[in-house]
């Protein structure tokens, strides 16, 4: 099994100290990869900047030539309240973009099995015209219209546990049947949107699924909106390439959410899309970082990833589960997701 390593020294120059996205998470990923002998067992690919042709078509021209004048400045500036753009912020996102697109094409063109792609800044809130949530360029977006026009890929699945929801992949693909989308995020939570009733528009109807979870869910859950939700949806959709945006923010102990996953929870999720991507679309799937800001939970999962990715069946879970804890009632959610999209 041959897994493609995506990420770059230059990831961490992106940086604001005292802000939750800060460097220190993508310096804990590279640590316990490189402890673990992970890195070591995967194919390292150094990424290439996204072409501005590429980026364009999911971003508009006004919004890149604001990315490109921050540039020019000596300094770190808001684009709004919580996403910030130093001088060289602009290039490294772009680098970011490109090694999601370059772990896609490894795989697409047969040089790896799957891929884990470990950046910074993170992608899905990106919007086409702004900046949102600590996000400057979408990753997974530019990823899969990469393999839309390069690769002829007619259907790709994208996969988002994040636990903030995806607005920004949502919206580039809310009208296109060819993505499928589906979002499981905590709600209430920024950025208030990715409601049960948000299902697509025009040809791209029902191709947006959005599992919004009340606070206080975890393993058995997850699991279950997996095996209830995503699976049926995915096997009605036969997706050729499976993109993930995953999000370490979910687990109990991260300080920007209210969720309940453990580490061996989200282990058996990054599982089932492993074992999906197989039966699927030949194995053909890739990870992407995206959140998660309590750094330990952070690096053990992206390590726990990597395991899956490479054939192993040991989860490292130095956390545990959180304590006194009971799961609410999933089930009428999960019923209403089932209902508004007919996979009852």
Known sequence: MTTAYVTHPRYAVHDLVGHPEHAGRIRAVWQRLEQDGLAARMRRIDPTPVSL??????????????????????RVVRLDADTYCGPTSFDIARLAAGGT?????????GEADNGLVVVRPPGHHAM????????LLNNVAVAARYAQRLHHIERVLIVD???????????MFYDDPSVLYISIHQWPLY????????????????????????????????????????????????????????????????????????????????RELILM?????????????????????????????????????????????????????????????????NLE
Request: charged share 20%; hydrophobic share 40%.
């Open 277 to 341: 991507a197989r039966q699927l679309c030949g194995g053909r799937i890739v990870f992407v970082m995206e959140g998660g800001y309590d750094v330990t939970a952070l690096s053990y999962g992206m390590a726990n990833i990597a395991r899956a990715l490479l054939g192993d069946d040991e989860i490292e879970d130095p956390m545990g589960p959180p304590r006194n804890y009971d799961e609410p009632d999933i089930a009428p959610l999960i019923e209403r997701v089932q209902r508004q999209h």
């Open 191 to 270: 950025p208030g949107t990715g409601m049960v009733s948000d299902t697509g528009v025009g040809a791209g109807e029902g191709t947006t699924i959005n599992v919004p979870v009340p606070p206080g869910h975890g393993d058995g859950n997850y699991a279950a909106i997996f095996e209830q939700v995503v699976w049926p949806a995915a096997i009605r959709f036969q997706p050729q390439l499976i993109l993930v945006s995953v999000g370490y923010d979910a687990h109990w102990s991260d300080p920007l959410a209210e969720m309940r996953l453990s580490l061996k929870g989200y282990a058996h999720l990054a």
């Open 161 to 171: 546990y994040d636990v903030h929801h995806g607005n920004g992949t949502e919206a």
């Open 128 to 135: 086409p015209d702004r900046a949102m949530g600590f996000c």
């Open 101 to 109: 697109v370059d772990a896609v094409a490894a795989v697409l063109g």
């Open 53 to 74: 042709e590429l980026a364009l078509t999911v971003h508009t021209p006004t919004y890149l030539e604001l990315l490109k004048q921050t540039g020019s400045l000596e």
